[in-house]
């Protein structure tokens, strides 16, 4: 079965500071997509980034990016110059390859701004 | 604006009964998506619906049940048979089958009294 797995249940970063966002999974499908949801107190779900697997280039969104290490099993997120609003729960995401509609997500990360 | 309309917000569960999450979206979306979320844990997938009248069961499907007479209508039903009811339901769509959750609704809460 697939698995995804956040092992930071809460991280702090300075305003305009870099923080990095650890997101580990398992599968044994070679296809298949990745994703980084925020959820703001709103708790209203905000896709931020998707990966398809068989890209070997990283995605990118203006500040956000991630670091997709397939072999490792990795999918790490990058927030660069990170503002209050930033300030949310986010939640990494795996998507089966097919017409399944199914995402799979891991525990979270609180993630708190420092002014 | 587009979107999705979740009502309640907030909702009350009397042991043994049966009650109804609404679940609507202007946003001409073929697929449509019922989540729960636990503290402290992600979500869970409930039911999906890719297309009108049919839906799949998620991981969670037992106690709870769906219909999608409308495209733009995909209501959650929380039976009596869902011993622990009480979490945060998210709805969510997407542009195309197969594709994953684009937009979200603004969540409602059950609780039990």
């Known amino acids: 079965a697939q698995t995804v797995t956040q092992s930071q249940p809460e991280m702090s970063v300075q305003e305009a500071e870099t923080v990095t966002l650890s997101c580990t999974y398992d599968?044994?499908?070679?296809?298949?997509?990745l994703f980084w949801y925020k959820q703001p107190p709103s708790r209203q779900m905000i896709l931020v980034i998707r990966?398809?697997?068989?890209?070997?280039q990283n995605a990118t969104e203006n500040r956000f990016s991630v670091n997709f290490q397939k072999a490792a099993k990795s999918f790490s997120l990058k927030i660069s110059d990170s503002q209050l609003g930033d300030a949310a729960m986010y939640f990494c995401a795996y998507r089966p390859h097919g017409n399944t509609g199914k995402l799979i997500f891991g525990q979270g990360t609180t993630l708190q701004v420092k002014p | 604006d587009g979107g999705i309309t979740q009502s309640p917000k907030y909702l009350f569960r009397k042991e043994g009964q049966n009650v109804t999450l609404s679940c609507e979206q202007n946003l001409n979306h073929d697929a449509m998506y019922w989540y729960r979320q636990d503290p402290g844990q992600g979500l869970r997938l409930i039911y999906y619906?890719?297309?009108?009248?049919?839906?799949q069961k998620g991981d969670i499907a037992e106690g709870y049940s769906v219909s999608r007479e409308k495209k733009e209508s995909f209501p959650l039903t929380v039976t009596s048979a869902q011993k622990n009811p009480t979490a945060f339901y998210l709805c969510a769509s997407s542009s195309r089958q197969g594709g994953q959750p684009q937009h979200f609704g603004d969540g409602t809460r059950l609780s039990i009294l």
């Open positions: 599968t044994s499908e070679s296809d298949y997509y």
């Open positions: 619906s890719q297309i009108v009248n049919d839906f």
């Open positions: 990966q398809e697997a068989y890209k070997q």
